[in-house]
């Protein structure tokens, strides 16, 4: 489904963010106070404009209310970054992420409105750490406090069993809410109990982390 978004503060993340967002076929305004950073992604996005967010009225006149979320992608200055993150919440947001660059900074912005916060760097150094920790994990997803999503290949004790043999959801409260059978080539949905995981399968698991770390083990 085709939905609005805008990013504010078009650096690496930001202009990540906003392209990917895009590409996927959604419509996206970037914004920035930095000329040359609009500039830079003006053709990548469906609008890019030069605007300074820690000012309400510049983010009114861009209807930015309108947006389905918007994230907040200012890490350079904590001031804007709050700034920028009451203004959106002020304007009446649905939905509103903001980058932290600390957990001061994090703990600031969730206390002023902001649904979801993120850590790139932190976040991607926990992923990066998982997968040279145990290479069976080939993808982590924070999914709320407390909980993850993680992409695992089969462990070799899960070969050959069904997943009502295993019962992850009542042992170890883990839900198997999707499998990749690398052999058939497609994938799964929230597999039925009868379902028996082979060699090289892939499942994706949602759960509490220390559940999670342990099967990893």
Same mark, same amino acid.
């Given at each position: 489904?085709?939905?609005? +978004? ?7 993340? &930001?202009?990540?963010? #906003? ?13 920035? *106070? ?11 996005? @469906?609008?890019?404009? $030069? ?11 861009? /209807? ?8 907040? *992608?200012? &890490?350079? @200055?904590?001031? @804007?970054?709050?700034? #920028? ?16 660059? @600390?957990?001061?900074? !994090? ?6 409105? #902001?649904?979801? %916060? ?26 709320? /406090?407390?909980?993850? $999503?993680?992409?695992?290949? *089969?462990?070799?004790?899960? %070969? !050959? ?23 058939? &080539? ?8 009868? +379902?028996?995981?082979? /060699?090289?399968? $892939?499942? +994706? ?13």
């Amino acid at each position: 489904m085709k939905r609005q +978004f805008a990013v504010i503060g078009l650096g690496n993340f &930001g202009s990540f963010l #906003a392209c990917d967002l895009f590409q996927k076929g959604h419509e996206v305004l970037g914004i920035d *106070s930095n000329a040359r950073q609009v500039q830079e992604i003006r053709d990548r996005v @469906s609008r890019a404009v $030069i605007a300074d967010a820690t000012d309400p009225q510049a983010l009114r006149e861009l /209807e930015i209310e309108k947006m389905d979320a918007v994230v907040v *992608s200012i &890490g350079s @200055s904590l001031n @804007s970054s709050v700034l #920028a993150t009451l203004n959106v919440k002020d304007l009446g947001v649905k939905r509103v992420l903001a980058k932290a660059v @600390s957990e001061p900074h !994090g703990r600031i912005l969730r206390k002023i409105g #902001a649904d979801d %916060i993120y850590f790139p760097e932190k976040d991607m150094a926990i992923t990066v750490a998982r997968r040279l920790d145990n290479p069976n994990v080939l993808e982590y997803l924070p999914f709320m /406090e407390g909980y993850s $999503i993680v992409e695992l290949t *089969s462990p070799a004790a899960f %070969i !050959g069993k069904s997943l009502i043999e295993l019962d992850l959801i009542n042992t170890r409260g883990i839900q198997v809410i999707a499998v990749k059978e690398q052999a058939a &080539g497609k994938v799964l949905m929230i597999p039925t109990g009868r +379902f028996v995981i082979k /060699e090289r399968d $892939i499942l +994706f698991l949602l759960g509490p982390d220390p559940a999670l770390a342990a099967l990893e083990e």
